[in-house]
Each structure stands twice: as structure tokens, then as C-alpha cells.
């Protein structure tokens, strides 16, 4: 017998009792205020975990799936607030993207399909660590300050990732959102990207595109067929894409996007989840991370492959070379080719628009040489953080971010869009006028609201294509340098604060100046320190001209913030693995 009964929307445990329970009316979506009595009963039915701290980052919340009800609930009510404020469509993502299968997480989105707003990210710590008598003051008083119009509708957008436990969280979040008086809609299985999609299609009254699975995939397909229909179809770069879909939602869609897909592009799906974990031993972040082949992947030297991670918002590059070693194409180079790529079309189509890249201190700093030096376009470090490198690029005409990690996009600004389309019409010299098209198929092609994989991935093999460039072609056109990352157990991170987009530590005191002496003992030396966002560790970052210096300063530096910012444990060891 099931340990659960369905109440509506409603799981309620009854450690294997089959008892009835008579839940108060959900309040309609014409109740003008909050009813805080059905409010406190379904939250009992979503209860909070004792013990556990949750705050909203970047990632939204992420933890062991177990411990996430009363999250999920709470989220349910955060979003209807959220819509209701800005009178527009709010999304609800279930998901932990390159997280072990174990966890899960939920993050909000905003109405362009942006992260949500930092003052909310408060509010959503806030809400989800209230406990139940403070429930009421906190809702009231997030109402307040952020002067939330009851009498408003609320409608949002749900969407899950393949995990086991997505499906029952997502109904938690159904349950705060319709105690509230809100309105849903349940997508169900679709990546992270696609979510954030649908969310800016409805705010802008299918100006951006047709608000449904289908509506996506034809978008992107078509501006791909437009963009790739002049490439030779025979050409180096048409060999076979070989995808490891990391076991996760990104197998599903892929495999439902085939068919709008021309049959000159190959690709062949890996990790589909038939078999192995998701995110175990594969995945975007595991190549990047371990700098290692994803398992399940069969592969020859020079074959073109790429990892997705669990919810398919990012993606890196890889091949097997000579050697029979990895060679990694991350988001650095991937913002590279892209960047190159519109530069030559905007000068193509005489168009004097702002081209900017946004990097974090974590790109490489041969990409940041290249980019400035051979491809002249500016670029701009930013923190880490998606929602740091997205803010950064809506100051240019066209801003491309991408992190290290693969996740990333390029953004255009509604007046750039308005050109480029406008020439594609309107200009008289042909060069020019299919320049501005292909800008346009372009814009059509990347999801400006997000990271999206399948979206980069496309927008890749275009560039390829009309280069007519292998992957180790793409790969030469700059060399990185040899880099390690290490982290430090420290009795508590907030000892180390930072300046310069995170490049340099302003305290403890002593700690840069000595950064500053380790990098000048070696060449193309570059280090910085950032404390963890979640958990109290430090995170070290080296590169030089060789991986033995980059190792040996990487060691070097760890042992400083060991000793300078309160390391436990034992000392770093020479061991960088």
C-alpha cells in the first residue's frame, strides 16, 4: 500500500495508514486577500525540516530532494506575489542541473526570462527559512515593502527535470500557488532554458516566439536551416556531432527536436538515461571539472562531441587528440568563436553597433589576450554569477558572456534587434543586406533570456559550418594556459573579502601581497582567491605558462590562505588532485 494519498493537489504522509483528511477550500483567484488560515494548513502539510538553512543564489536552492517540500511549497507562494507585483507570467523551475541525482532544487523566473530580482532572492531566503508562526509576518510584510496588489492575478509556468523526486516537488509548488488564488500552467518535463523561454514568449505577446515546446523547436530549427542552407553540406565540418546528454532532460528533447532538424546535421545522443545516473561520470561539468572523457561515449581521435549537463543549460566541447587525450573546448571558446563570428558580420554589414564579451575571473587568460588583441572587441569581469555577467552585457548593443563552465548566451538590445532587422529588409547592396540577414537568422537562433545548450549547440555547428571549421581548427585558434583550481577548508569564509570582480582579496590583511609575490615567481602567472558562496571554503585559481607552475602556484597559494584566513584541517599537500 502507497505511503501517500492524493488530496487534490495534495500528498499527504500517513506512514502507511490509510486515514481521511479534509483539507480547507483552496480560496478562488478572486480572493482579495490572503487567507491566512488555509495558508497555515497546507503549509503544515508541507512542514519545515528542522535543521535546515537554505539561501536563494544564483542556482536558486539546491539540496537533498528529501528536505525540499516545504521549499518547493513556499516557492509556490513566493512566485504568485511575484506575478502579482509585476503583472506579468512568472516561471518555477524544478531542478538541481549538474547536481548528483540525489538532490534537487527550484529557482524563479523572472518575466524576460531573467534570474529573479536580488531583492526577491531575499525575500525567498527569507520566506523558506521562516518558521510556521512567522509565516504570516512574512508574507505580509514582503506585500509591504514590495507593495504587492492582492486584487491582482497571478498566473505562473512550471516546469521539471527528470529526476525521481521533480514530479512530487513540482505538485508541492502547485499546492502554494493555488492557496495563494493562483493561476498555473504545467509544462512538465522541458530543460531549464526551455522554461525561461516560455516565461519571456508570454510576457511579450508571442513577440519573442510561440509560448509551447513545439513553438521552440520550430523557432530555432528554422533560423538554423536559414542560417546553414548556403554551407556545404559535405564539408569537413558536417561530420557526425557525437552528444552526452548527461543521462538528463536534454536526451528527451533532443530526441523530440530530430524531426524539425535538417537531415545534413548528424547528430548521435549519448548518456540518454537508459542507463547510467544523472550527472554521474558524465555531463558538462564532470568533462569540465575532471578535465575527463564522459563514460558511455564512444569516440575516435578528431570526432566532434559535446556534453550537456543535467537540465541542459550548459554546454562545452571536447575531442580525443593524437595522443588520445582530452582536448576541451569550454565557454570560453565557445564565447570566442561567437563573438569572432557576429564581429565579421557586423563589419560585413557596415553596422556600428557595441560588440562587448563578459568574462569572469575565471576565464582563461589566453581568451582574454585573444579577444582583445586579434578579434578587437572589448572585455568586461564581472563577478561570478550568471545574473553579474547577463546585467553586464544589457549595456551593449551585443553582449556575449559565457562562464568557463558553458553556461552562457549572447544578449541584443531591442534597438540592435530593430537595425538589424530593418537592413534585412531594407538595405540596397546585397553583401550588406545578407550580412543583416544572417545577423537576423542569428538573433533567432540563441535564447537571449538564458544559458541554453541546445540552443549554443546549434549556434556552433552554424559558425562551423560557414567556416567550414573543424573542431581542432576552432580549438588553434588560441592556445590556453595550463590553469588548476583548489579549494581550502577555512573556519569560516567571510574572513575573506574581495575587490576587482572578485581578482584581488582586500582582507585578511597580508593575504594579496603575498598572492602578488607567488605570481611574479613564475610566467603568464595569474591567481585569485574568492570565497565559497555555500559552504565555509576558498576557492584558489592559478594558470602560468606550464601546468607544473600553474600546479606549483595553485599549492602555493592555498597554503598562504591556509595560514593567513583560518584553514582546518590539515595543510594543503603538493597533491592537486
Known amino acids: 500500500m502507497s505511503n501517500w494519498i492524493s488530496l487534490g493537489q495534495s500528498c499527504v504522509p500517513l506512514g502507511g495508514l490509510t486515514l481521511p483528511v479534509l483539507l480547507p477550500p483552496i480560496p478562488s483567484a478572486s480572493r482579495k486577500e490572503m487567507d491566512f488560515e488555509a495558508i497555515t494548513n497546507y503549509s503544515k502539510l508541507h512542514a519545515k525540516p528542522p535543521g535546515v538553512f537554505l539561501q536563494y543564489g544564483t542556482a536558486g536552492f539546491r539540496t537533498k530532494a528529501e528536505n525540499l517540500d516545504h521549499t518547493m511549497f513556499c516557492m509556490g507562494l513566493l512566485a504568485v506575489l511575484r506575478s502579482k507585483q509585476t503583472k506579468a507570467t512568472i516561471g518555477v523551475m524544478v531542478t538541481a542541473s549538474h547536481n548528483p541525482e540525489e538532490d534537487n532544487g527550484v529557482k524563479l523566473i523572472d518575466p524576460l526570462g531573467e534570474m529573479l530580482a536580488p531583492t526577491w532572492e531575499d525575500h525567498a531566503t527569507r520566506l523558506v527559512n521562516a518558521e510556521e508562526r512567522e509565516l504570516q509576518h512574512v508574507l505580509t510584510d514582503i506585500c509591504k515593502k514590495e507593495d504587492v496588489t492582492l486584487q491582482q492575478e497571478a498566473f505562473i509556468v512550471i516546469g521539471r527535470d527528470t529526476r525521481p523526486s521533480s514530479k512530487k516537488l513540482s505538485q508541492s509548488v502547485t499546492d502554494g500557488i493555488s492557496v495563494l488564488g493562483g493561476q498555473y500552467h504545467d509544462y512538465g518535463l522541458v530543460t531549464t532554458p526551455q522554461l525561461h523561454y516560455m516565461v519571456r514568449c508570454r510576457n511579450t505577446d508571442g513577440i519573442y516566439g510561440t509560448a509551447t515546446v513545439q513553438g521552440y523547436y520550430e523557432k530555432l530549427s528554422n533560423a538554423f536551416v536559414e542560417l546553414t542552407k548556403e554551407t556545404n553540406h559535405q564539408s569537413r565540418s558536417r561530420t557526425a556531432l557525437k552528444i552526452d546528454c548527461a543521462n538528463g532532460i536534454g536526451a528527451l528533447k533532443l530526441k523530440e527536436m530530430e524531426p524539425y532538424l535538417p537531415k545534413y546535421f548528424v547528430m548521435h545522443r549519448y548518456n540518454v538515461g537508459s542507463k547510467g545516473k544523472l550527472n554521474h561520470l558524465c555531463g558538462a561539468d564532470f568533462v569540465k571539472v575532471h578535465q575527463k572523457f564522459p563514460v558511455g561515449l564512444e569516440m575516435k581521435p578528431g570526432e566532434r562531441c559535446c556534453s550537456f549537463d543535467g537540465d541542459a543549460d550548459r554546454i562545452v566541447y571536447f575531442c580525443e587528440d593524437a595522443a588520445e587525450c582530452l582536448c576541451l573546448l569550454d565557454g570560453d571558446k565557445i564565447a570566442t568563436l561567437i563573438s569572432t563570428f557576429l564581429k565579421e558580420l557586423l563589419d560585413k554589414a557596415g553596422q556600428t553597433l557595441t560588440l562587448a564579451v563578459i568574462q569572469t575571473a575565471y576565464a582563461n587568460g589566453s581568451s582574454t589576450r585573444y579577444l582583445k588583441e586579434t578579434v578587437k572587441v572589448p572585455v568586461h569581469c564581472v563577478k561570478t554569477g550568471v545574473k553579474h555577467l547577463h546585467h553586464k552585457a544589457q549595456e551593449f548593443d551585443i553582449g556575449v558572456y559565457f562562464e568557463a563552465n558553458g553556461h552562457g548566451t549572447v544578449v541584443f538590445s531591442k534597438a540592435a534587434e530593430e537595425k538589424i532587422r530593418n537592413q534585412a529588409k531594407e538595405e540596397k547592396d546585397p553583401q550588406k543586406r545578407e550580412a543583416a540577414k544572417m545577423l537576423e537568422n542569428t538573433i533567432d537562433l540563441i535564447n537571449q533570456a538564458v544559458g541554453d545548450a541546445i540552443s549554443d549547440m546549434l549556434v556552433v555547428e552554424a559558425i562551423l559550418a560557414l567556416k567550414d571549421f573543424t573542431i581542432q581548427e576552432w580549438d588553434a585558434l588560441y592556445v590556453d594556459l595550463p590553469n588548476r583550481q583548489l579549494k581550502v577548508k577555512v573556519a569560516d569564509r567571510r574572513v575573506i573579502d574581495t575587490t ?78
Open 500 to 577: 576587482d570582480a572578485e581578482r584581488r582579496a582586500v582582507t585578511p590583511p597580508g593575504l594579496q601581497e603575498r598572492i602578488d609575490r607567488l605570481t611574479k615567481q613564475f610566467q603568464l602567472a595569474r591567481a585569485f582567491v574568492r570565497p565559497s558562496g555555500t559552504e565555509d571554503v576558498v576557492r584558489v585559481y592559478a594558470e602560468a605558462n606550464t601546468q607544473e607552475n600553474a600546479d606549483r602556484l595553485a599549492h602555493e597559494v592555498s597554503l598562504a590562505v591556509y595560514h593567513l584566513a583560518g584553514g582546518v584541517g590539515e595543510p594543503p599537500t603538493t597533491e592537486v588532485r
